[in-house]
């Protein structure tokens, strides 16, 4: 077999073998097929595509390229949860320890933060103390004693997903479903769960613009899920706002906290809800999802939810009072009000210009060895649909340094559109995606 037949095969728009692929994979892995043959193959993706076998085949083949999880020993269903990226996204911490009050076993692994969206990890670093990573002994032990533990990806999940996806970013081939979907998928495969709930983001914040490309993503995900004989769910949500009012880490940890005690932002409350539900029902620890829903509001309203992430906490040796004790998390030195020059309804809210200006206050990474600053972010006042007064709070930024805040805030005021008339606010969940409705 030869790499050249294989991309020239793709490029004629050809349906290639799982063995052409698996050619390709491991030759990449094993360093014997070159960068450039790979690329090539990469962009004749781009163009051509990948059928739904092709695609199921490329992503069980990433998922084998290093060790799978093995979460056997854990008892029950395993039910992961994954978001696509969003701005402001902070449902993870919220909807592991609410369904792990359930008594639905939740083995979380989950990445840092990615451009202008944040990430999992990095918002549970700042709690002090907690620790990330665990062994896989650790961690299968932690879930079995206590029903949850979250703890960064290893560097050893899906390697051929890693080396792929550093080459798709400096060869322009990053934003193709098939690509895409494999590269999430192979990773929640390797990380051992027994179904999925994905939350795939449509919208000026998300890597999909629009629902319908959403709805493709999602579709395409569902399909590598079946064929790899675990059950996958996928909501269609909106991020053409942030989700909740606060973006940056220490931030988000007060606004979950926050929505565990039940004094949370509407829109994040109800999609962690939504979310969880769909988990309840995959897990069959609910008939269906208004059961599961009722469930869960008991267990927020009975502060379950809230005691289950203080145990999650002290289990990674993190400081369980940051519950009771929002002024444990890191706190920054700078704050500004930001005002509004106008008076209206809030038209539109920017994820997308929000997010890039959270990593410009240092929430997140320019580059790969940016240490990001834990405390600093933005709290958003307002979101659509809101009235505000001209010389109004319409957010607040957060920074520990004073010449980053300065530079900040015209941009976080640039993120806001006002107009005189209500605008309807945007749908949080446009469509569900099963694999009966594909
Ligand atoms: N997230 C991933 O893990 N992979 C992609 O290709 C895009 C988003
Ligand atoms: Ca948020």
Same mark, same amino acid.
């Given at each position: 077999?030869?790499?050249?037949?294989?991309?020239?095969?793709?490029?004629?728009? @050809?349906?290639?073998?799982?063995?052409?692929?698996?050619?390709?994979?491991?030759?990449?892995?094993?360093? /014997? #097929? +070159?960068?450039?043959?790979?690329?090539a193959f990469l962009m004749a993706v781009y163009f051509q595509g990948l059928n739904d076998e092709e695609t199921a085949a490329l992503t069980l083949l990433m998922a084998h390229s290093g060790e799978l999880l093995d979460l056997k020993e854990i008892k029950g269903v395993k039910v992961d949860k994954h978001s696509t990226g969003g701005v402001g996204d902070t449902t993870t911490l919220i909807v592991a320890p609410l369904v792990a009050s359930c008594g639905v076993p939740v083995a979380k692994m989950s990445g840092r933060g990615l451009g202008h969206t944040g990430g999992t990890v990095d918002k549970l670093e700042s709690i002090p103390g907690y620790r990330v990573e665990l062994s896989p002994e650790q961690f299968v032990s932690q879930?079995?004693?206590?029903?949850?533990?979250?703890?960064?990806?290893?560097?050893?999940? @899906?390697?051929?997903?890693?080396?792929?996806?550093?080459?798709?970013?400096?060869?322009?081939?990053?934003? /193709? #479903? +098939?690509?895409i979907a494999s590269s999430i998928m192979s990773k929640k495969i390797a990380a051992g769960a027994?179904?999925?709930?994905?939350?795939?983001?449509?919208?000026?914040?998300?890597?999909?613009?629009?629902?319908?490309?959403?709805?493709?993503?999602?579709?395409t995900m569902v399909e590598i899920g079946s064929r790899a004989g675990k059950e996958t769910v996928a909501l269609v949500t909106d991020m053409n706002q942030p989700l909740g009012r606060c973006i940056g880490n220490a931030l988000e940890v007060k606004e979950a906290i926050l929505t565990l005690s039940g004094k949370g932002p509407q829109n994040l409350t109800s999609l962690c809800l939504e979310l969880s539900a769909e988990m309840l029902v995959l897990a069959k620890a609910a008939e269906n999802r208004e059961k599961a829903l009722q469930i869960l509001r008991s267990k927020l309203q009975n502060k379950q939810a809230l005691s289950k992430f203080g145990e999650l906490i002290k289990a990674q040796g993190g400081n369980p009072q940051v519950l009771d004790?929002?002024?444990?998390?890191?706190?920054?030195?700078?704050?500004?009000?930001?005002?509004?020059?106008?008076?209206?309804?809030i038209q539109e809210v920017n994820p997308l210009a929000l997010g890039q200006a959270a990593v410009l206050l240092g929430a997140g990474r320019r580059t790969k060895d940016t240490v990001i600053d834990l405390a600093v972010g933005i709290e958003l006042k307002k979101q659509i649909g809101e009235k505000i007064q001209a010389g109004e709070e319409i957010a607040r930024a957060y920074a520990n340094d004073a010449a980053l805040l300065r530079q900040a805030?015209?941009?976080?005021?640039?993120?806001?559109?006002?107009?005189?008339?209500?605008?309807?606010?945007?749908?949080?969940?446009?469509r569900k995606i099963t694999a009966n409705n594909v």
């Open positions: 077999m030869l790499a050249v037949d294989i991309i020239r095969k793709k490029r004629d728009g @050809a349906e290639l073998t799982s063995r052409e692929l698996e050619f390709l994979i491991e030759g990449y892995v094993s360093n /014997s #097929i +070159p960068d450039y043959q790979l690329a879930v079995n004693k206590i029903g949850v533990s979250i703890v960064g990806q290893t560097a050893e999940l @899906a390697p051929a997903d890693k080396l792929f996806y550093a080459l798709r970013d400096v060869t322009g081939t990053v934003d /193709s #479903i +098939p690509l027994d179904c999925f709930v994905l939350d795939v983001k449509a919208g000026r914040g998300a890597f999909m613009k629009s629902v319908e490309e959403a709805v493709q993503l999602a579709q004790n929002l002024s444990l998390l890191p706190q920054a030195r700078c704050q500004e009000a930001v005002l509004s020059t106008q008076a209206g309804y805030v015209p941009h976080i005021k640039g993120s806001f559109t006002i107009a005189e008339e209500q605008p309807s606010s945007p749908p949080l969940v446009y």
